[in-house]
């Protein structure tokens, strides 16, 4: 028992000529998943480095056989018929991706935002519920707990725009007043919020890897290609994307991200982490007192806007500037993320542009674009261009097992099933536009409908005398 299990080198499936490239073996895998495979074990897919022994993917004989054995039937039905479960299970019709290109569908349905004067959620699709009891209640009970442990009486404050991120429907919110207008609490409840749900769905897919991978080990007979619930991966592993226009705000995100983690490991990147981007927001420069202090307060930090990097969620601990095919989040800045996109890095040996390989964002399933206001004083146009280059099928082949990967990946809907959070102090028709025209998720919008009050009539006419 104390010993480590060996593990086994996955057999590849025979998919023709052994899936030389990624666009011809996912023909191919079209064409077998209507087909009866031939009698071969199934294989269990590690989307992880090599050398990371203590991966989320991999887990222990006596993991595996606790999470088989003692996953009662009522647990099972709680699991199916969360919002997580309920998202990425469906099935879309072609009447539905008709109507989702054609966008025909129009904001019929309203509901009070509470805490935001004169304003109120408009939304698409089906009315959400009211709020529940307890908005937390799909969320594991290890994060659930550590949240109301470092949280406490807050958690409440954020659960109203938690339970928006949890119906995983698309998301604009041009009302959020910003730490720099002096709106920290609204600003920090509305981060935590989507960084809640950001955890909730990293966990959420790598907890349903890890039972599918113990199925597979347990009970070698299991026929992959019958069952449509061990196909529970993507092409690769990045699952969330964080949009962000200064390294001072990732800073802020990141280690607001860490706390609110239950992993109380820290990894040696994290001295690369304050290196590079700051060791707290404590240790700013004097403010200029010619400039107003929105100026100050936002200007005060790094002001760089290029940077690119991955974190990674193992058992035990969260690593920075992890290998972007082995991170679940992507913390990146518009312009860097343009010019990876583009080869437009160089190499320091050559001195040529790097290849173009942005195959790690074909699997994005959720969005956030914070700041929206301050990247569009940059280049909204690489804001735009990122966002195009989302959910496309990968140009090569990478380590994944095609026989696990979901259908709608495999169909190219998964634009479809994105979702996108759009985050902003004030609403401009560009940010209009992007909303509309490039957030397709297939559950609905939701967006914040402010009413200002005019002040026209309050003005009195000069009378000529």
């Given at each position: 028992?104390?010993?480590?299990r060996r593990?086994?080198?996955p057999?590849?499936p025979?998919?023709?000529d ?12 079209k064409a077998v998943?209507r087909?009866k495979?031939?009698?071969e074990?199934?294989q ?5 480095d090599?050398d990371d022994s203590?991966d989320?993917n991999v887990?222990s004989?006596?993991?595996a056989?606790?999470m088989?054995s003692?996953?009662?039937?009522a647990?099972?039905?709680?699991e199916?018929?969360?919002?997580f479960?309920?998202?990425v299970?469906h099935?879309?019709?072609n009447?539905?991706v008709n109507?989702l290109?054609?966008?025909k569908?129009k904001?019929k ?7 935001i ?5 408009v939304?698409t699709?089906e009315k959400i ?5 307890d908005?937390f209640?799909d969320?594991?009970?290890?994060l659930k707990?550590?949240?109301?442990k470092?949280l406490?009486?807050?958690l ?7 339970s928006?991120?949890?119906s995983?429907r698309?998301?604009m919110?041009c009302n ?5 207008l002096?709106?920290?609490k609204v ?6 919020a989507y960084l809640?749900?950001a955890?909730s769905?990293?966990h959420?897919t ?6 599918n991978?113990?199925?597979l080990?347990?009970?070698?007979n ?6 449509d619930?061990y196909r529970?991966?993507?092409f690769t592993?990045p699952?969330?994307?964080f949009?962000?226009?200064?390294k001072s705000i990732?800073?802020r ?6 706390q609110?983690?239950?992993?109380t490991q820290k990894?040696?990147?994290?001295g690369q982490?304050k290196?590079e981007?700051?060791?707290?927001d404590d ?8 400039k107003p202090?929105?100026f100050n307060?936002l200007f ?6 290029h940077f690119l990097?991955g974190?990674k969620f ?7 500037y ?13 312009l860097?993320?343009?010019l990876?996109?583009d ?6 040996k ?5 290849e173009?390989?942005s195959d790690f964002l074909?699997?994005i399933?959720?969005?956030v ?5 301050v990247?569009s004083m940059?280049n909204?146009s690489?804001?735009h261009a990122v ?7 990968p140009?090569?082949e990478?380590?994944t097992?095609?026989?696990r ?5 495999l169909d190219?809907?998964a634009r479809?099933?994105?979702q996108t959070?759009?985050l902003s ?15 397709l998720n297939?559950?609905?919008?939701v ?7 005019g ?7 000069e009378?000529?005398?």
């Amino acid at each position: 028992r104390g010993q480590k299990r060996r593990r086994e080198k996955p057999q590849r499936p025979v998919l023709d000529d052994d899936l030389r490239d990624s666009s011809a073996g996912i023909i191919a895998v079209k064409a077998v998943r209507r087909e009866k495979p031939s009698n071969e074990s199934p294989q269990v897919l590690h989307q992880n480095d090599d050398d990371d022994s203590d991966d989320c993917n991999v887990s222990s004989e006596d993991e595996a056989h606790y999470m088989i054995s003692n996953k009662s039937d009522a647990l099972d039905e709680m699991e199916s018929s969360c919002s997580f479960q309920r998202h990425v299970t469906h099935v879309l019709a072609n009447d539905e991706v008709n109507a989702l290109v054609n966008q025909k569908s129009k904001f019929k349905w309203e509901m009070p935002a509470e805490d935001i004067p004169k304003s109120k959620w408009v939304g698409t699709g089906e009315k959400i519920k009211g709020a529940s009891d307890d908005p937390f209640v799909d969320v594991k009970g290890k994060l659930k707990d550590h949240w109301q442990k470092i949280l406490s009486d807050d958690l409440n404050y954020r659960s109203r725009f938690f339970s928006l991120c949890n119906s995983y429907r698309d998301i604009m919110h041009c009302n959020k007043k910003p730490f720099y207008l002096k709106g920290s609490k609204v600003d920090s409840s509305t981060m935590d919020a989507y960084l809640m749900h950001a955890l909730s769905h990293v966990h959420r897919t790598r907890d349903v890897v890890i039972k599918n991978d113990a199925k597979l080990r347990n009970d070698a007979n299991t026929d992959v290609m019958e069952d449509d619930s061990y196909r529970d991966q993507g092409f690769t592993r990045p699952k969330v994307l964080f949009l962000l226009p200064l390294k001072s705000i990732a800073r802020r995100i990141v280690k607001r991200l860490i706390q609110l983690s239950p992993l109380t490991q820290k990894d040696n990147s994290m001295g690369q982490f304050k290196k590079e981007f700051g060791e707290s927001d404590d240790e700013l420069e004097e403010p200029n007192s010619s400039k107003p202090t929105d100026f100050n307060l936002l200007f005060a930090g790094d002001v760089e806007d290029h940077f690119l990097f991955g974190i990674k969620f193992t058992k035990k601990s969260v690593k920075l500037y992890s290998n972007f095919y082995a991170s679940d989040i992507i913390v990146a800045s518009p312009l860097a993320l343009k010019l990876k996109i583009d080869g437009g890095e160089v190499t320091k040996k050559k001195g040529r542009p790097k290849e173009n390989d942005s195959d790690f964002l074909s699997s994005i399933e959720i969005v956030v674009v914070d700041y929206a206001d301050v990247i569009s004083m940059q280049n909204w146009s690489h804001l735009h261009a990122v966002l195009e280059q989302l959910n496309h099928l990968p140009s090569k082949e990478h380590v994944t097992n095609v026989m696990r990967i979901r259908p709608w990946y495999l169909d190219e809907q998964a634009r479809y099933y994105r979702q996108t959070i759009i985050l902003s102090s004030y609403l401009t028709p560009e940010m209009n536009a992007l909303f509309n025209g490039s957030c397709l998720n297939y559950e609905g919008k939701v967006k914040l409908a402010t009413e200002f009050t005019g002040v026209l009539p309050k003005i009195q006419l000069e009378i000529r005398q």
